[in-house]
Structures are given as C-alpha cells and as structure tokens.
T-cell receptor, first 112, second 114 residues
Framework: GEDVEQSLFLSVREGDSSVINCTYT??????LYWYKQEPGAGLQLLTY?????DMKQDQRLTVLLNKKDKHLSLRIADTQTGDSAIYFC????????????FGSGTRLQVQP | GAVVSQHPSWVICKSGTSVKIECRSL??????MFWYRQFPKQSLMLMAT?????????EQGVEKDKFLINHASLTLSTLTVTSAHPEDSSFYIC??????????FGPGTRLTVT
C-alpha cells in the first residue's frame, strides 16, 4: 500500500530557510500536496504539484519533486514565527476521486 | 480556494450518547467527501469516503454501524458517532474537492466523550 514518510521535527531561526522533506513509495502518485496545521485547527492547503513537474514556486514556498527518488521537499524562505506549525505532505493517485494518504507530519519550530 | 465548514467545532458528550457532525462545501458541489480521524500528535487516518446518493465506503477496521455517514446532498455530509465511548474522543476532519486533484479540509471537530 501507499506509504508517506516525514521527519518528525525541525527547528530553525527566524529569517532562515526551512526545508521539510518527504518520501513516498507509490510510484503511481500523481498529485503531491503540502498542508499546514496549526494547533487545534484544520488543514490549510499550502501548495500542490503534479508528478510531471519538477519544481513549483509560490511566493516564499518552493516545492521540489524528485520523481526518480520519490522525494518531495518544501522550502520556506525567510521563515517567520507564524510559520511554526505541523506540515503534512500527502499524495494521491489519479484514479478518480480518492482520498489523500498523509505523512506523519513535521513539526516546524521557529525560534526568534 | 474552496471553503469547507464543519459543525460543531467541538463537542463534549457523555458515554453512550450519539453525536452528529456536519461537513458542508460552501461554494462548490462535492459528490465525494472524505472523513478523517486524527489522534493527538498523529497524522490523519482516512475513515470513510462519503458518496452523494449512495452508501459510504469504509476503510478497513472502521465500524460502519458505529460511524454512520449520510451524504444527502451535494453540499452536505454528516458523520454520526453512535453510542460514543471515551476511546472515540478524537479530532474528526472532513475534506472535499471541486476538482479531481484539489482537496480542501474543514476546520475539524474535536469530540470529547466523558
């Protein structure tokens, strides 16, 4: 079955760049996502990338996809304290309307 | 992006009672909605896929008689936790999308069973 893995914790200083990594096993994954979850809240869709893309940039966020290695990363430039949250990567196959498979989440702590 | 709402945002109930949670797509129609469960400091686990006008599809290990799902319209799915017990205490989150690849999540419902 599908498996998505992330490191559990990342700590950075305010102003630095953060890189959150994710690996997945399903070679048929077509869509890959990054969600942000703040304490006690739902999930906020940050960005997504199609498997035929290598990179996607949206303001401070840069997503890199290495399909050969099944590796996805999210880079947050100029990290702010408000970026402190849990970040989930998720994947989905292009087989109709299916649910997402989530990683375990990476807790990002931004120190002032 | 599209907006998904949930109601209530939190609920406390006594053991043995039933609780209904609503999930609405506010500005789009969703033939399919998904219900997830999240325990503290853990990831989201899919419970079931809610299909408008037909029966829900449950994941392995999820009791369909305990977690009743009704997708009565293109904008509303409900999850009823029947005869709730303390071990059902969790954060329940629904999601829906207006395309095959976009998934938007509700704000979640925190259920505490005493």
């Amino acid at each position: 079955g599908e498996d998505v893995e992330q490191s559990l914790f990342l700590s950075v200083r305010e102003g630095d760049s953060s890189v959150i990594n994710c690996t997945y096993t399903d070679s048929s994954s077509t869509y890959l996502y990054w969600y942000k979850q703040e304490p006690g809240a739902g999930l906020q869709l940050l960005t997504y990338i199609f498997s035929n893309m290598d990179m996607k940039q949206d303001q401070r966020l840069t997503v890199l996809l290495n399909k050969k290695d099944k590796h996805l990363s999210l880079r947050i430039a100029d990290t702010q304290t408000g970026d402190s949250a849990i970040y989930f990567c998720a994947e989905k196959e292009d087989t109709g309307r299916r649910a997402l498979t989530f990683g375990s989440g990476t807790r990002l702590q931004v120190q002032p | 992006g599209a907006v998904v709402s949930q109601h209530p945002s939190w609920v406390i109930c006594k053991s043995g009672t039933s609780v209904k949670i609503e999930c609405r797509s506010l500005d789009f129609q969703a033939t399919t909605m998904f219900w997830y469960r999240q325990f503290p400091k853990q990831s989201l686990m899919l419970m079931a896929t809610s299909n408008e006008g037909s029966k829900a599809t449950y994941e392995q290990g999820v009791e369909k008689d305990k977690f009743l799902i009704n997708h009565a319209s293109l904008t509303l799915s409900t999850l009823t936790v029947t005869s709730a017990h303390p071990e059902d205490s969790s954060f329940y989150i629904c999601s829906a999308g207006d395309t095959s690849y976009e998934q938007y999540f509700g704000p979640g419902t925190r259920l505490t069973v005493t």
